[in-house]
């Protein structure tokens, strides 16, 4: 899925910031890059930004290796530009950039928690880019507490805002006419969901282990796993899902049509992840009316409140228990629908918009 190309260029923006109209300059380099939370952050933001601030002047900037990928959506590039606010919304801010105020969300700094996600060559990069990044920032924002507690041993606590993401209104239960066509055209009657990154931290070995005891218990069962692109770790993961070819349908490439379908579709969504900068498949899912069974561990209890089920990542048999638990109890999935929509109507990017304005408005204005 590609960003909407009428979102960009922007051409201003709600009252803010008093009655000057600002330039602001949003760094998007990393929407050059294959599909995940990152890019899905990117489009939601500045589409908010737009939709909300019909005063001031944003200006779309990249990195110049990027700028052939991204100069159809308006981007241009940054060097000797000034700006009232620079926003970097991947953890990036160039150094030649003037600003009053410059500010950038950190999506998560995991490479800093553990050596087991990333290879020693990338981390040394992440921590490169975060070392610059915490030299040249005012303020940084993050997506949730977690993610601020981890970088608050790098940038001082008090200059560190959480503004949860939101979530596309497109994410939102299908009707049981639409339902039953997709499921008749997918092929599929039953099954359980996945949907992110191939990376070791996302805990897909153990996913699996616990998939194949589910599978045990509820014959033809399957499980449909949806992925943008394989990371570190992955190796090992597409051994095991070759090994069980017949129950697991991997997809890569889906749009956002399709993805919204098979959140409707799907029994429960899994994401029994180790870590994560905030976790947005659980929204998607909860906003879906999907029951959803995770970790509860690293931010995810943050997303899903009391709307999900949670389970211990590291022992697959909870895994699996939990998940049947929810799969033998329609009144049980009924009930997390319910939770889950009215817990996910509460994270929206206008929201996630009118936090980031906050934060630069008290920073600018204090």
Not at 29 to 56: C, E, K, M, W
Not at 268 to 286: I, K, R, T
Not at 331 to 337: G, V
Request: overall charge positive; proline content about 4%.
């Amino acid at each position: 899925m590609q960003p909407d190309v009428s979102l960009f260029p922007l051409a201003g923006a709600g009252p803010f910031l008093g009655k000057n109209r600002l330039k602001i300059g949003l760094e998007i380099s990393s929407l050059a890059f294959p599909l995940s939370g990152i890019q899905v952050y990117i489009n939601g933001i500045v589409h908010a930004l737009r939709s909300l601030d019909t005063t001031n002047h944003y200006i779309l900037t990249t990195k110049a290796k990027q700028y052939l990928k991204l100069r159809e959506y308006g981007a241009s590039s940054f060097w000797l530009r000034s700006f009232d606010v620079y926003h970097g919304l991947d953890g990036f801010l160039p150094g030649a950039v003037r600003a009053a105020l410059k500010s950038a969300i950190v999506h998560d700094v995991l490479f800093l928690k553990s050596g087991d996600y990333h290879t020693a060559e990338q981390r040394q990069r992440l921590l490169r880019k975060l070392y610059r990044l915490t030299r040249r920032a005012d303020v940084l924002i993050t997506p949730s507490l977690a993610t601020k507690k981890d970088l608050s041993a790098l940038f001082p606590a008090e200059r560190i805002y959480v503004v949860p993401n939101g979530c596309s209104e497109s994410f939102r239960p299908m009707s049981a006419a639409t339902l039953a066509d997709f499921r008749q055209g997918l092929g599929v009657d039953r099954y359980l969901l996945f949907v992110g990154v191939f990376q070791r931290r996302k805990n897909i070995e153990r996913l699996l282990d616990a998939f194949k005891i589910i599978r045990g218990t509820i014959p033809g069962l399957k499980l449909i796993m949806v992925t943008s692109y394989f990371g570190y770790g992955s190796t090992e993961v597409m051994q095991k899902v070759s090994e069980m070819k017949g129950d697991i349908f991997l997809k890569r490439g889906v749009g956002q049509e399709e993805l919204v379908s098979l959140y409707n579709g799907a029994e429960a969504f899994l994401f029994p992840s180790l870590a994560e900068g905030f976790g947005l498949p659980v929204l998607e899912a909860m906003a879906c009316g999907t029951p959803v069974v995770t970790s509860r561990i690293s931010s995810m209890p943050e997303i899903g409140g009391d709307a999900v089920v949670y389970c211990d990542p590291y022992d697959t048999t909870d895994i699996a228990s939990v998940t049947l638990d929810v799969l033998g109890s329609e009144a049980r999935k009924r009930e997390l629908r319910q939770l889950g929509l009215s817990r996910a109507a509460g994270f929206t990017w206008t929201e996630s918009a009118r936090g980031v304005m906050s934060v630069w408005e008290k920073n600018l204005c204090p």
